[in-house]
């Protein structure tokens, strides 16, 4: 069994991962090491910012639990509004722009296959993929 205490064991340590712009934080609860098959991360989109994100190497489900923002397709150009709620998943390695609102948004991630921890957006909006 896995216990994890986010103030205690995630929060100020290096699984504790900032944006390379500050719009957002990913706090990495559960990563590849621990052998479950994905990872679990709490991420704080910061308010009024824009990130480029293309996980063209990991799938995502992610659900908000607190905020508001927007999610914009850029395959469809259609944006979809984030509040306390809603799930969107990236199924097909959806390229996107992810907007906070007007607060910080609170959101709870899963990634398939799992992050190790160290992973920052390139400059494409992808994750690498780290074996």
């Known amino acids: 069994m896995i216990i994890k205490d986010i103030k205690k064991d995630v929060i100020g340590t290096s699984k504790e991962v900032f944006a390379k712009d500050n719009q957002w934080i990913s ?5 590849k090491d621990e052998g479950m ?6 991420t704080i989109i910061k ?3 824009k990130t480029h994100i293309h996980y ?3 799938l995502e489900a992610v659900y908000c639990v607190s905020g508001d923002g927007k999610i914009e397709d850029l ?3 259609e944006i979809h509004n984030i509040y306390d709620g809603v799930m969107y998943a990236l199924n097909n390695n ?5 907007y906070g609102g007007n607060v910080d948004m609170r959101l709870i991630c899963v990634f398939n ?9 390139d400059e494409n909006g992808v994750y690498p993929l780290v074996n």
Not at 94 to 98: A, G, K, M
């Open 27 to 31: 706090r990495r609860m559960l990563l």
């Open 37 to 42: 098959g994905f990872s679990f991360h709490e």
């Open 47 to 49: 308010a009024n910012t």
């Open 56 to 58: 063209k190497n990991h």
């Open 75 to 77: 395959k469809t150009g």
């Open 94 to 98: 959806d390229e996107h722009y992810l």
């Open 113 to 121: 296959p799992p992050l190790t921890g160290t992973e920052n957006h």
